[in-house]
C-alpha cells in the first residue's frame, strides 16, 4: 500500500431502524485507494469506552479489499454486519455516474437499515 497522504471525501451517518445512530463510517481516499473505516457511534447504546472508537478498517486497492482489522476464519454476526454495509457503500459509490453524483452532493448521508 501506498503512503500518499488520504483525504476524508465521505462521512455516513448508519442509523438503525428505531431511529437510532449507531455507527459512524468515514470514506478517505487518494489516487491510489480508497480506505472505509467504521466507528461506534457517541450513543448512549454503546459503552463509554467503545463509543466513538474504530471497529473495523476496509481498503479497496483497486484489485480487491485489504481487512486492517484481522478477522480470522470466523466472523461474528455484528462483524459480518459491519463488513457487508462497507460493501454495500462501496458498490453504491462504484456505480452509475448519475447514482454516483447524487451520493457525492452530501457529504452526511442517513442509511436506515
Known amino acids: 500500500m501506498k503512503n500518499k497522504r488520504l483525504k476524508i471525501v465521505k ?3 448508519i442509523i438503525f431502524n428505531k431511529n437510532q445512530h449507531e455507527y459512524d463510517l468515514i470514506v478517505s481516499e487518494n489516487s491510489d485507494l480508497t480506505k472505509y473505516e467504521i466507528f461506534a457511534s457517541h450513543s448512549e447504546d454503546w459503552h463509554e469506552d467503545i463509543q466513538g472508537k474504530s471497529l473495523m478498517v476496509v481498503i479497496d486497492d483497486g484489485n480487491g ?6 478477522i480470522g476464519k470466523n466472523m461474528d454476526f455484528s462483524t459480518a ?21 447524487a451520493v457525492e452532493k452530501n457529504k452526511r448521508i442517513t442509511i436506515h437499515l
Open 11 to 13: 462521512t455516513f451517518k
Open 65 to 70: 479489499f485489504i481487512l486492517e482489522n484481522s
Open 81 to 101: 454486519d459491519r463488513l457487508r454495509m462497507i460493501l454495500n457503500v462501496d458498490e453504491a459509490l462504484s456505480r452509475s455516474e448519475p447514482c454516483k453524483r
